[in-house]
Nanobody
């Protein structure tokens, strides 16, 4: 069992930056691929980024390539999402999730409660 708690969301102007954090409980964090997803009002939840157990393999949605960066610190049981050059269309609730699959996995086993990111124009 893995429990995930996101933090770091907030209100930022377009072009600004935020860093989201996701703290995981348990001693098996390094066994999981970690992903970030987002869901805007009235929209389906969509994939943002994923990192494998070491962080050495990452995968991004086309819409965030070159702007967002996922990383993890297994000693701290934490995964991060650095979000740069934010756009109003990035406004959403951001969730972290854990899977035993690869960075291309479509099924995630554990989810956090989400953190709101709002980008003003």
């Amino acid at each position: 069992q893995v429990q995930l708690v996101e933090s770091g969301g907030g209100l930022v102007q377009a072009g600004g930056s935020l860093r989201l954090s996701c703290a995981a409980s348990g001693r098996t964090f390094s066994r999981y691929t970690m992903g970030w997803f987002c869901q805007a009002p009235g929209s389906e939840r969509r994939f943002v980024a994923a990192a494998n157990w070491s962080g050495g393999s990452t995968y991004y949605a086309d819409s965030v390539k070159g702007r967002f960066s996922i990383s993890r610190d297994n000693a701290k049981n934490t995964v991060y999402l650095q979000m740069n050059n934010l756009k109003p269309e990035d406004t959403a609730v951001y969730y972290c999730a854990a899977t035993v699959g690869t960075v291309y996995a479509v099924k995630y086993d554990y989810w956090g409660q989400g953190t709101q990111v709002t980008v003003s124009s």
